[in-house]
């Protein structure tokens, strides 16, 4: 099984209501399937949008899924990206240990510009993720498969401040100058926390 990170944004607010309960129940039938790992909104952003991620056999796969979403069908969907992700660390499953109370999810994506040399930092860089592991700041992390000068971290930590120390301090971003992004994420369908 493969790891697909999909994101969604919605500009057309009237029908993402109107459709809401039916993608809803749609992820429902996923999670009960297993083909769907987690899935929740962006908090606090301008425009509407939801991380998915999608454990599948392929791509073909994925986007019969994607396509059967009652988002997809009606047209709500202003854009998306499919990424393939490679978890290196870390991991999507609930862990046995809840997180602290007052633990916030935060996406936090990096892209390197092309024919950037990753040689002298990449050490660093997975020593870097393996302590935020230990610490419990991190809850999954990787390069997406497609696009290997980009990836994803799954960070839970107290505030959007400390993720973006995080983020900043991490060396592909520190000494490479990755660009970055960091968005609250609120996973509210899947076995997550």
Known sequence: MQYYVVTFTHTKIFGWAVYLHAHVKYLKKLLKEDKLQISGPGVGTPVRSAQLV?????????????????YSIHGLVASSTKNLWDVKVGSMLKPDVPD????????????????????????????????LLKEKKL??????????????????????????????????????????????????????K
């Open 54 to 70: 999608f454990k599948v056999t392929d791509k073909d796969e994925l986007d019969k899924l994607v396509a059967g979403d009652p």
């Open 139 to 192: 809850r999954a992390s990787g390069p997406y498969v497609n696009n290997p000068l980009a990836g994803l971290s799954i960070l839970s930590v107290a505030d959007a401040a400390e993720a973006e120390a995080l983020v900043k301090a991490d060396p592909y971003v520190e000494k490479l100058a990755a660009s970055w992004q960091v968005i609250q994420w609120d996973p509210k369908f899947g076995d997550f």
């Open 100 to 131: 602290a109370d007052g633990t916030q999810y935060f996406r936090a994506t990096y892209e390197l510009k092309e024919g950037t040399d990753t040689t002298a930092v990449e050490a660093g860089h997975a020593a870097y993720v393996e302590k």
